[in-house]
Nanobody, 127 residues
Framework: QVQLVESGGGLVQAGGSLRLACAAS????????MGWFRQAPGKERDFVAH????????YYADSVKGRFSLSRDNAKNTIYLQMNSLKPDDTAVYYC????????????????????WGQGTQVTVSS
C-alpha cells in the first residue's frame, strides 16, 4: 500500500505559477499510474491530470490543457504538477491519487478508478 503526501500549495496572484509535489512512501510510485484531482468548495472532485506508469503519456482536463504540466521522478518517488498562468477558477484543494486499475488512457478522469489518495493541498488564486 502506498501513502501519498501533497505539498506546494499556497496563495498566488492570477497569472502566477505553483508547482505541486506528491511524495509517495510505502511502495514505489513507479508501480502506479498517477492522477491529480481538485475540489472547490461546494463542488465535486474534478479530474485535472493523469500520467502513465512509465511517464510516457499524460492526459489533461480541457480547463488546464496548455497551462499545467504533469511529470514524475521515479528516483525521488515523487510526481509534480507544474501550474502556470493560474486563474481564480483554479482555486481548490488539489489531491494526488494512485491506481493500478487504469491502463493507458481509459477512465483517467474517473475518481473511482483510483485507490489511494493524499490529504490534499490548498491552492488559492487571487484576482
Amino acid at each position: 500500500q502506498v501513502q501519498l503526501v501533497e505539498s506546494g500549495g499556497g496563495l498566488v496572484q492570477a497569472g502566477g505559477s505553483l508547482r505541486l509535489a506528491c511524495a509517495a512512501s510505502g511502495r514505489a510510485v513507479s508501480t502506479y499510474a498517477m492522477g491529480w484531482f481538485r475540489q472547490a468548495p461546494g463542488k465535486e472532485r474534478d479530474f485535472v491530470a493523469h500520467i502513465t506508469r512509465n511517464g510516457g503519456t499524460t492526459y489533461y482536463a480541457d480547463s488546464v490543457k496548455g497551462r499545467f504540466s504533469l511529470s514524475r521522478d521515479n528516483a525521488k518517488n515523487t510526481i509534480y504538477l507544474q501550474m502556470n498562468s493560474l486563474k481564480p477558477d483554479d482555486t481548490a484543494v488539489y489531491y494526488c491519487a494512485a491506481t493500478n486499475r487504469i491502463n493507458g488512457g481509459d477512465n483517467v478522469n474517473s475518481a473511482g478508478r483510483y485507490d489511494y489518495w493524499g490529504q490534499g493541498t490548498q491552492v488559492t488564486v487571487s484576482s
